[in-house]
Structure formats: C-alpha cells, structure tokens
C-alpha cells in the first residue's frame, strides 16, 4: 500500500480482556512509532523501533502493554487486561530512515489510527 | 523533558480572516519543529516544518518561522477557508527523547 495501515480501525473491548493492534508501515521504513491520543489531547509517544529492535519503551504506561516487530516491518501493540483508562486512539507512524535524539529531520507518516473503546 | 504548549481552541473565524495559532516549546538543544492537521475523519498530516532557527516553513498558504529567542512556532494564514477547518498540532522533534513531542492541539473552525 501506498501508506501506513493500521487495523483494526475500531475495537470493543470488555475491560480485563487482552486486544492486539496491527500496524503495517510504508515498505522499506526503518523506524516504527507507537502513539496514544486521548481524547482531546495531542497524540503521546508510546515506542520506538528501528528495524526489529525496539529502542526505546519509556512511554509504555504499565507493564500492560507490549509491543514487537519480530520481522522489522509489521507491528502489533498488545494491551493485557484492558482497562477503561486504556480507551485512547492508538496511532502507528514510520519514517524512512533511522531517529535520532539530537532533532534531525525526518518525517514521520501517520497511519489513520485503532479507535479503542474499553467498557 | 521536551513540552509544547499551543492556545486552547476551538477558534472561530470567518472565512478570509487573518489566523494565528500560538505555539512555544521547551526542549533542550536545537530542535527540529512541526505543525500536522487532522481533517476530520482522516489522520495526521505534516503540514510545514522548520529544522533549524529562522527557518520558515510554508505549505498551501501556511506559515510558520522557528523562533530560537522565544522558543516559538506560530502558525499563520493570511486568509483561511472553509475547507482549512481542521484540528491542527504543534510538534517538536529532538531534545534527547525519541519520538515527536506533540501539543494538545488547536480546533480551527472556519464560518462562510
């Protein structure tokens, strides 16, 4: 596809149950992020990972949530035992090449986001 | 930490209005700073972007110049539309932490 996909776009979850979201990036993308927007609010930094390693998880909010990039290129964000704080929608964004702390540029392309909703 | 502060919407305007939105950082070092529109209904879209001081970024009417001495990103239209309707985010890149640093948005609604 032309851009980054993500699935699915919406997702029911009773709370205490486990929800996997999906994220394909643009073909040949290095660096891969997870983001949490709740409502209202400016998206948040969740992950980050270059090829298959994940680099930095700082913005994991409990140890609930799990992310991996087995292959270096899809993602999938685990939420375990969902609770209704959890409800956000969770977005996925790749960049070609690789991130750097210091401000470089490098644009990062946003996939249309997982509206998830924990009752 | 990295922060972004931008004024609270919504803001109302009519259509051919002068707009400003208000942005300013805090970050460490020297930055690279965005602005990214959400239409409604579709995802984040980078809209300008300015990587170092003085810099200006323009994109489809939209200005915005990187201001080191303010710490500022203001957003700027000489005449917004309709179809500029839209939630708008001022994002900062750097500053030791990984990932963009976003702030809480701006709603933008533009009358005819």
């Known amino acids: 596809g032309a851009g980054v996909s993500q699935s699915p776009r919406y997702k029911v979850a009773k709370r205490g149950q486990d929800v996997a979201l999906r994220c394909d990036p643009i073909s040949g993308h290095v660096s891969l992020f997870w983001y949490q927007q709740a409502l209202g609010q400016g998206p948040e930094f969740l992950t980050y990972?270059?090829?298959?390693?994940?680099?930095?998880k700082s913005g994991l909010p409990s140890d609930r949530f799990f992310a991996e990039r087995p292959e270096g290129s899809v993602s999938t964000l685990k939420i375990q035992r969902t609770q209704q704080e959890d409800s956000a929608v969770y977005l996925c964004?790749?960049?070609?090449?690789?991130?750097?702390?210091?401000?470089?540029?490098?644009?990062?392309?946003f996939g249309p986001g997982t509206r998830l909703t924990v009752l | 930490g990295n922060s972004v502060t931008q004024m609270e919407g919504p803001v109302t305007l009519s259509e051919e209005a002068f707009l400003t939105i208000n942005c300013t950082y805090t970050a460490t070092g020297y930055p690279s700073l965005f602005w990214y529109v959400q239409y409604p209904g579709e995802g984040l879209q980078l809209l300008l972007k300015?990587?170092?001081?003085?810099d200006k970024g323009s994109n489809k009417g939209f200005e915005a110049t990187y201001r080191k001495e303010t710490t500022s990103f203001h957003l700027e239209k000489g005449s917004v539309q309709v179809s500029d309707s839209a939630v708008y985010f001022c994002a900062l890149s750097g500053g030791g932490a990984d990932g963009l640093t976003f702030g809480k948005g701006t709603h933008l609604i533009i009358q005819p």
């Open positions: 300015a990587t170092k001081a003085d």
């Open positions: 990972f270059q090829n298959e390693a994940q680099l930095d």
């Open positions: 964004a790749s960049s070609l090449g690789a991130f750097f702390r210091d401000g470089s540029y490098n644009e990062q392309f």
